[in-house]
């Protein structure tokens, strides 16, 4: 091969497209640049994207044959016949003894690969899995619920074209979060007539940039964003006419920020009052406001309540549904949707009774799930594609809830940390080794969607996700030739006879849950290239146009069953990523509920109402560490290869010059940190960008590979070592990973 191939970077949400070429052995990844003929990324990439063969090539411990565990806790080698047996009979088993609801199904895809997750509905159906998780429900769920609540519809915001850009607990230089961030944020900055404001505790490089940097004390943005809402409603800068024809609760929501004592929780937040005002009206004034949270709220104290303080923040200054604020997104998946049950109503787990938002038993509570006498426990869990013992809360506990199921079963290209735990492991493909893609399409006015060609075929021993799960679901015998056999006959008479049985099929309800692994075997064979992994696409293709017939019509495919054809089509030739939908701005409106905004959820503007007069400041833990933070080389837990960061390989903790000169402390020392839940020791880097008091650890390290003399080598901290179960968000569970009370003691050398 020596042809540029495009694909995309697998590290972030972003998926930048990326062009790749192989050296002369066909395997290793000797150039890679940004694809300018991606539609959104249009040549972008961070320094991430350049490193990638260490994912494909890099000291890894890949995986190449299925494994089972021994009596012993060794692993030995099987065949993919007797995996694919033996896996789906001890479910099966599992299921008749206690039910498929006690088999906890966890991930279905990182930053890169959704496919894979898309066929194991199927499975799920098959074995009656009805419970599942992802790391969505340990960040994003606080945010999904509050804004089912206050709009029906999933929103983003257009950072792109906003006057001010509001970041809260977000670092978009290094973690991104919308496309070609650096450069974005680079242009508000030298623009006189566009500001940036930015809450956080640290000076992150997006801080730099800032206009306004709000360096508040950890874990108080409650308080900060409470102030500012109130301040935009003592000095008139809310938007009452636009209040009064587009939103509802308003009343109720000015009286309890009229009574807020805004000097006093800008001394808590300890941010000084003139600069907060100022900040506050540069964001009133504007024509526009975009706004985005992340992180360093959605895992900190009063997660949930201080997103729905930060949607109050833009809502009452009407940023939405126009340019530069936020917009109701298309999509060919339905990711991020909830419906938006008060607290106490909807779906909730089987043994703890947690809030199901999204359709995510929150990530928190599953060792409670699983650590019980209870008789509706899990007990088995299916993961794909994630690393739970690693990335969840509590890794000492979430091994102990491993070791208690009586099955775990794991899908992944390397022995991870949560693969080591399993009964049985499922070699996959990489991510360059397949067709590939992502649900991560959110933008606006045009949205995209990009099926990744493989770049280079996959060794033998490994399968794709889809083969994967439909063989698990044959092996149960929901379905056999004898559902494949007719459709693949309307087939052959074309793809409208095959819609018309195929729409027959999705009537029997059983068989509907199947759809993807239906489809795979039927239409997936007469897909060009290989491309039987991309049959779901053409569902999920009508499905869009069925939701979004003018979106899509506008992007130029016409209308009805045609548009849907023409659609799947340019999917399955547009190798960069092809424009799906184009939107009015106005189209925002249409989606939201009644096309009104709810600005008032009761249960969440008592928690503001009430909020105390004062900050509680724990004297036996004198720091809060943030544990795992984005840095320039850390990608969650994708990148295993401990080589591909070549500075600063182990990870420091990150501590303020003013508190490591008081300890005596020069960059390089070793510390112990210790939390309620764990010690460990850490080599420090002093930095005048952090606060006192405040600790920061990066993400994503603590991997275990082996070396090549065959010894395990475990590179920095693993984070969750030191993160408890139990803190969490009250309305949704998720975890507060930035807000952990810690300690620190120099040690001796
Ligand atoms: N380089 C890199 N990029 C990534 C990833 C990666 O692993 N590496 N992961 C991707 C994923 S999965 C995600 S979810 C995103 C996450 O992206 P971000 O949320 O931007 O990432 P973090 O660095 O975890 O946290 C963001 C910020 O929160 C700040 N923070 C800490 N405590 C507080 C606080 O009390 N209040 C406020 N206001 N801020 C606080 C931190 O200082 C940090 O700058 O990044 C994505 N992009
Ligand atoms: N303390 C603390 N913990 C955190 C965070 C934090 O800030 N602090 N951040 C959290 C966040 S936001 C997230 S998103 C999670 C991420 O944590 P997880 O969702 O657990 O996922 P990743 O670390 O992204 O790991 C993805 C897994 O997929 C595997 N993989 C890669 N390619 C393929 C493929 O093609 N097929 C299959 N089957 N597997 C593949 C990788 O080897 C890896 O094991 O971590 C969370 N954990
Ligand atoms: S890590 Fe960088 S190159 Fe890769 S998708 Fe994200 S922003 Fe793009
Ligand atoms: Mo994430």
Known sequence: MTEWQPTACILCECNCGIQIL?????????????????????????????????????RTDRLTSPLRRRPDGTFEEIDWDTAISEVAARLREIGLRHGGESIFYYGGGGQGNHLGGAYATATMAAFGIRY????????????????????????????EHAEVALFVGKNPYQSHGFPRARTVLKEIARDPNRSMIVLDPVRTETAELADFHLQLRPGTDIYLLTAMAAILVRDNLIDHDWLAEH????????????????????????????????????????????????????????STVVSYAEKLVWLLTGNIGKPGTQYAFTGLSNLGFDRGHPAGAGPRSPVVGAPIVSGLVPCNVITEEILTDHPARYRAMFVESANPAHSLADSARMREALAALELVVVVDVAMTETARLADYVLP?????????????????????????????????????????????????????????????????????????????????????KLAPVLLYRTLGPTLPDGADAAAMLWAAAHNCVRRFPH??????????????????????????????????????????????VQLHIPELLQVIATLPD???????????????????????????????????????????????????LAAGDRVRLTTRRGSTEV?????????????????????????????????????NELTAFDSRDEWVGTPWHKYVPARIDTVNA
């Open 22 to 58: 192989l050296g002369p052995d066909g395997r290793s990844f000797e150039k890679i640049r940004g694809d300018k003929l991606h539609p959104t990324s249009a040549g972008y990439t961070c320094n991430k994207a350049l490193r990638l063969d260490h994912y494909q090539n890099g």
């Open 132 to 159: 599942r998780s992802s790391a969505l429900a340990q960040e994003k769920t606080g945010d999904f619920w509050v804004g089912a609540r206050m709009a029906g519809h999933p929103v983003r915001a257009d950072v």
């Open 247 to 302: 939103a509802l609760g308003v009343d109720e929501v000015l009286a309890v920020l009229r009574a807020v004592p805004i000097e006093r929780y800008c001394a808590i937040a300890d941010v000084r009052l003139d600069l907060v005002t100022a900040a506050t009206h540069r964001l009133g004034r504007a024509a526009s406001v975009a706004a985005l949270e992340d992180l360093g709220v959605q895992m900190n104290r009063y």
């Open 428 to 512: 996959a493909a990489t991510q360059f080794e397949k067709y590939e893609a992502t649900f991560f399409n959110f933008d606006f006015p045009r949205n995209i969607f990009h099926l990744r060609h493989p770049v280079l075929p996959p060794p033998p021993g490994v399968l794709a996700e889809p083969e994967i799960h439909a063989r698990l679901v044959e092996a149960t015998g929901a379905l056999t030739e004898d559902d494949y056999a007719p459709l693949r006959a309307a087939l052959s008479r074309g793809r409208e006879t095959f819609a018309t049985a195929f729409l027959g099929v999705l009537a029997d309800r059983n068989k509907a």
């Open 551 to 596: 979106s899509v019509e506008r992007a130029g495919y016409g209308t009805g069953l045609a548009a849907a054809e023409a659609l799947f089509e340019a999917i399955l030739t547009g190798e960069h990523g092809v424009v799906i939908t184009e939107d009015d701005y106005d189209e925002t409106w249409k989606r939201l509920r009644d096309s009104k």
């Open 614 to 664: 004062a900050d509680d400041d724990p004297a036996e833990w004198p720091y809060v560490l943030a544990a795992g933070e984005r840095r320039a080389f850390t990608a969650n837990t994708i990148m295993r290869d401990p080589q591909w960061r070549k500075r600063d390989s182990g990870g420091a903790l990150r501590i303020s010059t003013t508190d490591a000169r008081r300890l005596g």
């Open 683 to 719: 080599t420090v880097e002093p930095t005048d960008r952090m606060r006192s008091g405040h600790l920061s650890l990066p993400n994503g390290l603590g991997l275990t590979v082996t070396a090549p003399d065959g010894a395990t080598v475990t590179t920095g901290v693993a984070p």
